[in-house]
């Protein structure tokens, strides 16, 4: 029998960037508009209809400041500008916009929902990712208001869906009317209003606990000082340029919790830092801000504990790092936020709810007596567009079989905190900075391009630092405990209420400090609106100077990305898979190079069954992973062949057969025999022996992908040239191995 007492706490992180132009006040993108639509106000309704559920919402200051501008009618989109006018009034660039963005949704699952919107697709496939005004003839006005309406219905969640009015719209599928289309955007704009209303509610009700993430969901460590990201990788390249701003970190926590004090009407005693980021410096800024408990990730807890000085229960219990007066720490579950967040989205609901209590028995019957709890803290809005019916009966089991399941109890951090989960926090002797990726921060920091995005925040910021002083904009605050007192920005002078223009160019530099531009800078991740983003972060960064009444630096003129980087990522570490044609984690194929599967042969790239290509290296295998386009299925590669060719010194391949009848689950048959493996289901995962490619450690490989069916050759990745790599010397060759 478990002696273990064991609750069970999530955090559900609600988080969008500053998408709006401080100068003209439009947003760039919609993100903000349509995830409310789409979860955030149905996130917290699932929770209130389990009685014994308990839940934390994180919420972004930033993301709440422009709800309630889009509420108030203060703040427009352009997806809006193209909704809103008759097909025929829209130019041609418009309606080939139109075209290009409002395909912007999980289109596998939204395909099956709202088969219209899949007949559109496959007309406009053929016209390339970027179609022009010409192409965009092609669609006549019902084609396009059908679009307009469709896509609007695809980011509409459980409780739209409810409403007489999208209820009929979805059954009737098509042939839409004006009037329809202007019904529905009224409807969803009345919506909007009805979101943080009910976050209040829940928050009074005891039955959700409100946290939140510093204003503009910077790296704190990284404001901080960027020397910070050498404690996890002490060979990272920096900027060259230091950027060494605790006071700008503090602003941020500061500005949070009035923020949120101001809307809700109560101060939250916790904080999920942006992306579970820490630093010891960083905790300092946290406690005197008086915040009282923060998130992190299990792996940043384990990099700072040996394993075998750590008392029992690990992560399961509280910690502190700096004496009495610091916040406690809890350290999320890794493995069990990640099968939310990207496991669960194929299975069955009750089935994906049930193994996780399972996973939370076995934890229990683990643990010796005491008092333990399981953070489980993860992003709360992205995850729902890959799960059935948006996430709703997933959520709905899994607050209910936690809350049956014996031995276990939700419960939020700070109820399990004054209910007596106190007296378990254990001393941390020492925080090693990381985040919840990879323990480190080379997701924002490292890559030439990240770095140049520091060096263009130091130089602006260094500018505005003196008419900051000049303004009499600064205070004095003591970093506690044990810290030095720094300078920062007084948010009595220049917090997100103010409207002069010393604050507002202010704002905009807090805008640009946050973490989103540099994570889409780099080749770590791919987004269709990574131009956007770059131009939105220099946007930011210029807007700071013309508040001022001053001409921009001309070096924010420039795009920070590079082209050679906008497709092709090469890989950054060696890979440990599990061969099974699954994603087994997040972090199992994190480190792979990426490149999108299209252009070359014969097959257009928006029609090819195959997405994207990730490869990279084992010391024994070159591994491959080919995802499938969200519109096509593994089934359509029943049959064909996938050829794997090295190009250089002497060439070599190997090649892997698809069955004739594709199951939902199989292997692929390699030619020659034996010469390599592969398993399909969810994914295609291949490895290849070195050897059989002739290479040995530490030599360069050159590679490309084809492939054919009855000798005729449909799909090459890249579509010209090649894919290269070093071939590993070791598990932890990681920083010389990539060509």
Known sequence: MARADLAVAVLWHMHQPDYV???????????????????????????????????????????????TAYVDGRVGDDFLDLARPAPGELSGEQRARLLRHFFAFNRGRRFRELPRLAELWEKRAPLGENPDAQAAARFDDQELRDLQVGFHLAWSGRSLREHELVAALLRKGRGFTESEKTDLLALQQEFLGQVLPRYRQA???????????????????????????????????????????????????????????????RRPAGMWPAEGSLSEEAVRVFAAAGVRWLGCDQDVLAASVPLDDAPPGGHFRPWRWGGDAAPVLFFRDKGLS?????????????????????????IRALLPEGRFLVPIMLDGENPWEGYAE???????????????????????????????????????????????????????????????GWERLQRVRSWLQKRLTAGNALCKVELAPGGKTVSAPDPARLGPDRDDPLARAWQALTSAEGSDW???????????????????????????????????????????????????????????VTLDGR?????????????????????????????????????????????????????????????????????????????????????????????????????????????????????????FVALSRQGQTELVIPSAGSLGLRVPVGPEDAEDWIV
Not at 425 to 441: C, E, K, M, Q, T
Request: aromatic share 10%; glycine share 8%; charged share 20%.
């Open 338 to 362: 990640d099968r939310i967040g990207f496991v669960y989205q194929t299975w069955p609901a009750e089935k994906a709810a049930a193994d996780f209590v399972g996973h939370l028995q076995r």
């Open 203 to 265: 928050a009074a009700s005891g039955v959700v606990e409100l946290s939140c993430t510093p204003y503009a969901h910077p790296i704190l460590p990284l404001l901080c000082d960027t020397q910070s990201a050498r404690e996890a990788r002490p060979e990272l390249p920096l900027p060259e340029h230091r950027f060494h701003r605790p006071g700008d970190a503090w602003y941020h926590v500061q500005a949070a919790l009035d923020a949120m004090e101001a809307q809700f009407g």
């Open 21 to 67: 132009d401080s100068l003209t006040g439009r947003a760039a993108m919609p993100w903000v508009r349509l995830h409310a639509l789409l979860s955030y106000y149905d996130m917290v309704r699932i929770a209130e209809e389990v009685p014994e559920a308990r839940a934390v919402f994180n919420l972004v200051p930033i993301l709440i400041r422009q709800l």
């Open 518 to 576: 540099f994570w889409w800078y780099g080749d770590d991740h791919f987004s269709d609106f990574a131009q956007e983003f770059d131009a939105l972060f220099r946007g930011h960064l210029s807007a700071v100077y013309r508040h001022l009444g001053s001409e921009p630096d001309s070096l924010l003129q420039v795009s920070l990305r590079r082209p050679d980087q906008l497709r092709i990522r090469k890989p950054r570490f060696p890979l440990e």
């Open 583 to 703: 994603v087994t984690s997040y972090f199992e194929w994190l480190d792979a190079g990426r490149c999108e599967a299209g252009g070359g042969g014969a097959m257009h790239r928006t029609e090819t069954p195959l997405a994207m290509l990730h490869y990279g290296g084992s010391p024994l295998h070159l591994l491959l992973r080919l995802d499938p386009a969200p519109e096509h299925g593994l089934a359509e590669l029943a049959g064909a062949e996938l050829t794997v060719r090295r190009l250089d010194g002497e060439e070599a391949q190997v090649s892997l057969v698809f069955p004739a009848t594709m199951g939902r689950k199989g292997s692929l048959t390699s030619v020659p025999t034996g010469a390599a493996a592969g398993f399909y289901a969810e994914v295609i995962e291949v490895a290849i022996p070195w050897s059989r490619l002739g290479l040995a450690p530490g030599d360069d490989c050159n590679f």
């Open 390 to 452: 948006g996430g709703v009966p997933f959520l709905q089991e899994f607050y209910r079989q936690v809350a049956a399941a014996e031995g276990l109890r939700w419960e939020t951090p700070s109820s399990w905190l004054a209910g007596g989960g106190q007296e378990s926090v254990a001393h941390l002797p020492r925080l090693v900075a990381g985040s919840w990726i990879n323990h480190d921060f080379t997701t924002w920091i490292g890559h030439p391009e990240k770095n140049a």
